[in-house]
Structures are given as structure tokens and as C-alpha cells.
């Protein structure tokens, strides 16, 4: 978010949904409308068609909408404005403990949130395996097959 902004601008939905009316907007737009225009975009429609009654369903429950923005509300996450220079968090420059097991990281590589500069982690993370599939955000959903593979080549 900070040296990358292309990726600050991929991060922007965050601010969005840290918005305290998002709710109220979603009430007035509906929640089908909220699913075509924001959580789809990171999603192949199509592929979503089948799934998306119960999705729907499940976001209407009493509470639903709320808890999954809080969890980007909760997140200690920084999303900067394009337009904004705010302080480097100390954190980004420190020392940063490697990981000392094995790591599989399954990546979709269309994916228009999380953008494949993040992959550069060998520095964190020596015993490293990154898998890179043709898929958005959601890949266990939307290529559960590849996932499995993946991670059963991983595991042998």
C-alpha cells in the first residue's frame, strides 16, 4: 500500500467498506445490486451463477452485511488515499522474523484485489511454494480442482 500503487488503488474497496453507511447505501441499492457491483467484480458471473441465491441468502441473514465489513473495519490494514503521503508504519522497515515451516501459497493470478507484486515473499518465507492459478480472488471457489491438486502436490 505504501510502495506499490498499484496495489494501493486494488486496495481501495477497503476504505470503501470501512465506510459507516455502507449498510444504509446497501439497504437503498439492495443487496443483489451490491453483490453485482462489488463482490462479482472480483468473480467470473458466470461461474457464480448457480451459487448466488445462497450467497444472497446468507448476506440477508440479520447481522450478515455487518459482520463481514467489521472484519475489514477490525483490520489494522492502511489503506491510503491515492492522493495521500501519510507516515510510514515503523513495521514495513523492521526486521521481519522468517518463517520457519513450509509454505504453500495457492495464488489467482487475475485476481484484481491482491496483486501478484505480493508474491515476493522468499525473504519472509524460505521453504516456499507459490502456485499460481488462472483465477480471481476467490480461487478455492471458483477452481476448487487446481486448489487440490496443489495442495496435494505440496503435501507428498
Not at 470503501?16 to 453485482?36: C, M
Not at 518465507?125 to 471458483?142: M, R, S
Amino acid at each position: 500500500m505504501f510502495d506499490d500503487l498499484e496495489q494501493r488503488a486494488a486496495s481501495q474497496y477497503i476504505r470503501a467498506f470501512r465506510n459507516p453507511d455502507l449498510e444504509k447505501h446497501i439497504e437503498a441499492i439492495g443487496l443483489e445490486t451490491f453483490f453485482d457491483t462489488s463482490f462479482s467484480k472480483h468473480a467470473d458471473l458466470a461461474a457464480m451463477a448457480e451459487d448466488k441465491a445462497a450467497y444472497l441468502d446468507e448476506w440477508g441473514q440479520p447481522g450478515a452485511i455487518t459482520g463481514m465489513l467489521n472484519w475489514y473495519r477490525a483490520s489494522v490494514i492502511v489503506v491510503p488515499e491515492m492522493d495521500e503521503t501519510p507516515p510510514r508504519p515503523a513495521f514495513l522497515d523492521a526486521p521481519f522474523p522468517q518463517t520457519r515451516m513450509p509454505v504453500l501459497v495457492i495464488w489467482g493470478m487475475q485476481d484484481s484485489a491482491l496483486l501478484p507484486s505480493q508474491l515476493d515473499l522468499a525473504k519472509y518465507v524460505p521453504d516456499l511454494t507459490i502456485e499460481k492459478i488462472d483465477a480471481g480472488h476467490f480461487v478455492p471457489w471458483q477452481k476448487p480442482d487446481a486448489v487440490i491438486a496443489a495442495m496435494r502436490r505440496w503435501a507428498v
